[in-house]
Every structure is written in C-alpha cells, then in structure tokens.
C-alpha cells in the first residue's frame, strides 16, 4: 500500500507542544510526527519505560515525563515543570484515554467514576494548564481526542462512550470562550486505528471483517493517519478552523 507523502509545516518548528498519552499508540505516532516537524515535544504518560524508550529514539527535543492523567493536582504541577524546563506551550494535544469494555450491569460508582477520569477529566485540566500561556501569546491550539464510539453507539462500554461524547460538548464550550483569546480548539474522532493494544484485544478475524465491511475505505486507518491531521489541525494553515469536529474513520459513519 501506498505510503501517504508527508505534509511540512514550516510554522510547527520551534513550537512548544505538549502531548498526553505519548508513549505508544497513535500518542507516540503523535509525538514521533511533531519531533520531525522540529517541534520541541513534551509528552506525558503513565507507562515509564515506553515513554523513555521514545524520547531516547527521537533525541534532541524530544522530553518525557512520567505522569498518572487521573491525579489532577499532579498533572497541574507536572505541566508547570514541563513548561519551565522546556518553554511556554503553544501547542496541547489532549490524547490520553484507556478504550476499557465493562459490562452495563457491573459498573459500580467507582468503576464509572476512574473511566471518567481515565478518558474526559484530564482533557479539561490539561487546557486549564496551558492556557494562562497561549493567552500571554494571543495564540495557540487544542486537539482534543473523542471517538466515533459514541456516534455509532459501541456496546460493553458505556463509560468509555459517555466519557468521549462529553470532549466533543467540551471542545466546543472552550473553542467559543478561548476564541476571542486567539486560541483555536477542534477534536478528532478516529474510527478504529491499528495499534499493537486494539489487535492484541479486540480484534478477531470477525470484527476485522465486520468493521472493514462498514468502512467506505477497506483499510484500517494506523496511528501516522491520524497524527497527520493533528499537525494540521495545530498548524497556522489551519488558522479558520476552530470548534470544528474531524471524522477520521475510513467512511465508517
């Protein structure tokens, strides 16, 4: 298959960005797109060796640094650190998520409360975070990750869904009041991406064939496919676009 040409984008360069989630999966695909723009790239997330193990690979301004999203005063005084030891953040890519499945009739309070926070509370602290600094600069850009898991509906995961619903209804919340800032915010809506995590755990040979069978295109989309519409959705070539919703998901919906 084909590779898709890679787009560069001479405004990324030198451009503080942060990113949560980045140690694997479309987060490190994230990372990896940002760091070859020559970005300095701040990536967050829980699992350490991954996470060092990327920022060695990628070298010069590439800067990790461990964090549990779910702890909030924690994650405030870890983007504090990052953006004095690095530089202000002009950039926030909020990827950080866990796709847990749970059965409807065995989430307790606690199992929904954690899912929430795992998947949508970090999302709105990790703006509040960064945005005293695009405000200082008048300019700056939020991605926020949602799902199309809620749009079609997705079954055994109803935590999971509510949680990605609710970042869409917060993108456009933040987009409305940080626009007159100069800051842009717009969310992703991938369909099923192809990491080593969803073919370890999900996929059988009959959920390949059903979610290929829904698709318009008959190829399942891989992390680089969306790390290639964060960049220009963070991007000035983008500088119309605010509280909008990408769908990224082959034709699925």
Known sequence: M???????????????VAITGGASGIGAAIVSAFHE??????????????GHELAKELGKNAYFYELDLTDLNQLTKVFSVASQEVGPINILVNN??????????????????????????????????????????????????????????LENAPAYVASKAAIEGLTHSLARELGPEGIRVNCILPGFVET???????????????????????????????????????????????????????GWI
């Open 96 to 153: 950080g998520a866990n796709d847990m499945r749970h059965d409807l009739m065995a989430v307790t309070p606690d199992y929904w409360r954690q899912s929430l926070a795992v998947n949508l509370d970090h999302q709105f602290f990790a703006a509040k975070a960064v945005i005293p600094y695009m405000c200082e600069q008048q300019t700056g850009a939020i991605v926020n990750m949602s799902s199309i898991a809620w749009r079609l509906g």
């Open 2 to 16: 084909m590779t898709a040409p890679k787009a560069i984008y001479p405004d990324l360069a030198n451009k503080t």
């Open 37 to 50: 723009q020559g970005a300095k790239v701040i990536f967050f997330d829980i699992d350490v060796a991954s």
């Open 196 to 250: 080593p995590k969803q073919l370890e755990k999900w996929i059988t040979p009959d959920i390949q064939e059903q979610i290929l069978n829904s698709q318009c295109l008959k190829r399942f989309n891989k992390p680089p496919d969306i790390a290639n519409i964060v960049l220009m959705l963070a991007s000035d070539v983008s500088q119309a676009m605010t509280n909008q919703t990408i769908v990224a998901d082959a």
